[in-house]
């Protein structure tokens, strides 16, 4: 069967430490994977695209890996601060014109 | 700030109830989308359309109804609410044309059915 899974479900990290979560996937061939941010009670909002030809992309503090022979997406946060926390979501398109299938979600807590 | 709307922000009913939360977008999306999403778990896709006068149902079937009679207008009713509707409902957007699909969320309403 089609499914996603994020690493774990709560990562614990020290201020100013790099944060690391990992987005497997199996049965799906995604063009393209998305990383989305989401805050208690509130809606997800979209971080970062990476595409199947991509090997890596950066925005600011983050950045983002795609590798399509692991099926792996890996999202990383340099020089983490507190107001990092949140729960952090990948989703990927499965066939290009369908809704986007979102993982569970890994929270992510920087300790000060 | 994505320019999607939802109200209720928060709505607590009886059983048997009939409700509908209203999502709106400014953006002139084509796609919108209606998930439900219990605290600390996955979101699951309910309903989506992706234009005027289509719809489809998604993975979860929530005993719900939606229609799209305007761009901007994704409205998602339940006949009759019971207590295992009690959830966050999220509604999103996003482009038609492009490879591109960034779903942009509205802030959510809080359900609860006693």
């Known amino acids: 069967s089609q499914k996603i899974e994020q690493n774990s479900e709560a990562l614990n990290i020290q201020e100013g430490k790099t944060a690391t979560l990992t987005c497997n996937y199996t049965n799906y061939s995604p063009a393209y994977l998305q990383w989305y941010r989401q805050d208690p009670g509130r809606g997800p909002v979209f971080l970062l695209l990476i595409r199947e030809n991509e090997k890596e992309k950066r925005k600011e503090r983050l950045k983002v890996t795609f590798d399509t022979t692991l099926k792996q997406s890996l999202f990383h946060i340099t020089a983490s601060q507190p107001a990092d926390s949140a729960t952090y979501l990948c989703a990927l398109d499965p066939s290009g014109n369908t809704p986007l299938v979102f993982g569970k979600g890994t929270r992510l807590s920087v300790i000060a | 700030e994505a320019d999607i709307y939802q109200t209720p922000r928060y709505l607590v009913i009886g059983t048997g109830k009939k409700i509908t939360l209203e999502c709106s977008q400014t953006?002139?999306?084509?796609?919108m989308y209606w998930y439900q999403q219990d605290p600390g778990m996955e979101l699951h896709l309910i309903h989506y359309?992706?234009?005027?006068?289509?719809?489809e149902k998604g993975d979860l079937s929530s005993e719900s109804t939606v229609s799209r009679i305007r761009t901007e207008h994704f409205p998602l009713t339940l006949e009759s609410a019971r207590p295992s509707h009690t959830s966050q409902y999220l509604c999103?957007?996003?482009?038609?044309?492009?490879?591109?699909?960034?779903?942009?969320f509205g802030p959510g309403t809080r359900l609860t059915v006693l």
């Open positions: 359309s992706y234009g005027v006068n289509s719809t």
């Open positions: 999103a957007s996003s482009e038609a044309s492009g490879s591109v699909n960034e779903q942009f």
């Open positions: 953006m002139g999306h084509d796609k």
